[in-house]
């Protein structure tokens, strides 16, 4: 004989389990709670919206709301117990049977198909062309003649004599523009500069304006007629005249940057300067020491330090400086996007803050 399934095998009459009998109780309560909570929130909404007639008697208006509040409060606990209840694992109780019955029938009604045509039909949102379109460059002609053009101009020997010929163009790409301070008799300032050192190029933005040179010679004329005028300018450090800055770790925390500095001057290297990093909200010194490495062409190429593996015989780790990306601001005019060794400008006067506005903040 095989097991038989306890859904399917006939419950005792009058059998009951005492989970069953405690769970069909407190379902039986609950279903009184709640009779009685619509009941009372009933009555309750019906005093607070009656305009015309308020509540005589507010006493009993708060003992109808106390007693909603007991009912609501026993209505959890009940619903609290019933949920603890153990499943029934009895045979032959009557109750379980029902309740098995009931899902049951719930789990054998069939799914009907809805009729085909009632069935929405799949659309074909996208029709592919019948006949392919055909895409052409209307500019391929003339990509093929710049090509075309170019081979010409690299293999045409002439060139190189041309680019000798003029080192002038070829340097005023790397020279950078003089930021002179916009004001509004700029037109004199320039008639000035046009008439001492020759025509330039002048761009305005961001309240000043780029003077661009076309030779160093003309830069550097410009600059000292700028200097002996007295107007606000400041310079752009080039790009291949920026120094290299990284970072040397793995060294002691007292170690002396004047001796890191002439160390590496001794392997070669162009040291602006050294500088011991600190944390950035405590001030605390931390072992990293930033290193500006200048460019020249006697001395090493400031990339070799990457290479470089021991410093005063001690083992050490160069790494690329990362520096926070802020603004840079100019300690001597208190502007911004300048440093203070390339400013000409007369410095920014504040006022301070009067004692009783301070005392307010």
Excluded: W
């Amino acid at each position: 004989m095989g097991d038989i399934d306890p859904r399917t095998r006939p419950a005792v009459p009058g059998s009951y389990c005492e989970y069953c009998i405690e769970k069909v109780r407190l379902e039986s309560e609950i279903v009184k709670s709640r009779v009685k909570l619509e009941g009372l929130l009933k009555l309750i909404k019906s005093m607070e919206q009656d305009y015309y007639h308020p509540v005589d008697d507010p006493e009993e208006y708060k003992t109808y709301c106390a007693e909603y509040k007991a009912i609501e409060t026993e209505l959890e606990k009940l619903r609290g117990k019933r949920n603890f209840i153990p499943i029934c694992v009895e045979l032959n109780c009557e109750i379980r049977k029902i309740d098995s019955d009931v899902e049951d029938k719930i789990h054998d009604i069939k799914y009907n198909s809805p009729n085909r045509r009632k069935i929405a039909k799949a659309r074909n949102l996208f029709n592919s062309p019948a006949k392919l379109i055909e895409i052409s460059n209307k500019y391929e002609v003339l990509n093929s003649e710049e090509i075309n053009e170019t081979i010409e101009v690299n293999d045409n020997p002439d060139n190189s004599k041309q680019a000798a010929e003029e080192p002038g163009k070829v340097e005023k790409s790397k020279i950078p523009p003089i930021m002179l301070k916009y004001v509004k008799n700029y037109v004199d300032i320039l008639d000035v500069i046009r008439t001492t050192c020759g025509p330039t190029e002048n761009k305005f933005g961001n309240g000043y304006i780029k003077i661009f040179t076309i030779s160093i010679e003309q830069y550097q004329k410009v600059q000292s007629t700028l200097k002996v005028q007295g107007f606000d300018y400041y310079l752009v450090r080039p790009i291949d005249k920026r120094p290299l800055k990284v970072v040397i770790k793995d060294l002691s925390l007292d170690h002396d940057t004047d001796v890191i500095k002439n160390c590496l001057k001794k392997h070669g290297f162009v040291i602006g300067k050294v500088t011991r990093l600190t944390q950035f909200r405590t001030r605390q010194p931390l072992p990293f020491f930033l290193v500006e490495v200048g460019k020249s062409e006697i001395s090493t190429k400031p990339e070799e330090i990457f290479k470089l593996e021991n410093l005063n015989h001690l083992s050490i780790t160069v790494d690329p400086y990362r520096g926070r990306k802020k603004t840079i601001q100019c300690f001597k005019c208190n502007r911004f996007n300048h440093t203070a060794e390339l400013c000409s400008m007369t410095p920014q006067m504040f006022k301070m803050r009067p004692k009783s506005y301070n005392n307010r903040m």
